[in-house]
T-cell receptor, first 107, second 110 residues
Framework: GIQVEQSPPDLILQEGANSTLRCNFS?????LQWFHQNPWGQLINLFY???GTKQNGRLSATTVATERYSLLYISSSQTTDSGVYFC?????????FGAGTRLTVKP | SQTIHQWPATLVQPVGSPLSLECTVE??????LYWYRQAAGRGLQLLFY??????ISSEVPQNLSASRPQDRQFILSSKKLLLSDSGFYLC?????????FGPGTRLTVL
């Protein structure tokens, strides 16, 4: 099956800093998503981005499918950005999650 | 708009007891439905997915089973819970691109 690796595993930022989270995957995919899991466990779909670049406010994501990676950018981080960020990829309905990046934003 | 419901939100069950977790989706038709489990606060494992009524695919052998009696209803069950079944169970749906998750059920087996 598809392997998904996320880096870094843990990230601590000061409020206002920028960050880049990376997701590498081992095979061709037709679906890639980024999720944010808040401290209460709720998973929020941030981006559906099998290829290209998308932006939503302070967050943006880029997927280079041919090179099998995706990046999530967080600018001007806020304490509410804390939580775990997951990358999930799928091919033909088989969806796999990475282990996540745990982000802590300090005031 | 689409919404997804899961209940209960938390559950504490003794080892050997049965389990039934329910997930329902509103505002969409013929969604793909998924059950995931998350242990130790990180990493989601796909347990079951369904592309239609009565159609269930299992990803890993385990003590659990799933059923889809109606188009927008997905049920996760067990006849006898094990300690290792503890975790955070998430239901998700998708139609076309993107998966959307319910609020989850935190199960503790004692």
């Amino acid at each position: 099956g598809i392997q998904v690796e996320q880096s870094p595993p843990d990230l601590i930022l000061q409020e206002g800093a920028n960050s880049t989270l990376r997701c590498n995957f081992s095979d061709s995919v037709n679906n890639l998503q980024w999720f944010h899991q808040n401290p209460w466990g709720q998973l929020i779909n941030l981006f559906y981005i099998p290829s290209g670049t998308k932006q939503n406010g302070r967050l943006s994501a880029t997927t280079v499918a041919t090179e099998r990676y995706s990046l999530l950018y967080i600018s001007s981080s806020q304490t509410t950005d804390s939580g775990v960020y997951f990358c999930a990829v799928a091919y033909m309905g088989d969806m796999r999650f990475g282990a996540g990046t745990r982000l802590t934003v300090k005031p | 708009s689409q919404t997804i419901h899961q209940w209960p939100a938390t559950l504490v069950q003794p080892v050997g007891s049965p389990l039934s977790l329910e997930c329902t989706v509103e505002g969409t038709s013929n969604p793909n439905l998924y059950w995931y489990r998350q242990a130790a606060g990180r990493g989601l494992q796909l347990l079951f997915y369904s592309v239609g009524i009565g159609q269930i695919s299992s990803e890993v052998p385990q003590n659990l089973s799933a059923s889809r009696p109606q188009d927008r209803q997905f049920i996760l069950s067990s006849k006898k819970l094990l300690l290792s079944d503890s975790g955070f169970y998430l239901c998700a749906w998708s139609v076309g691109g993107g998966e959307f998750f319910g609020p989850g059920t935190r199960l503790t087996v004692l």
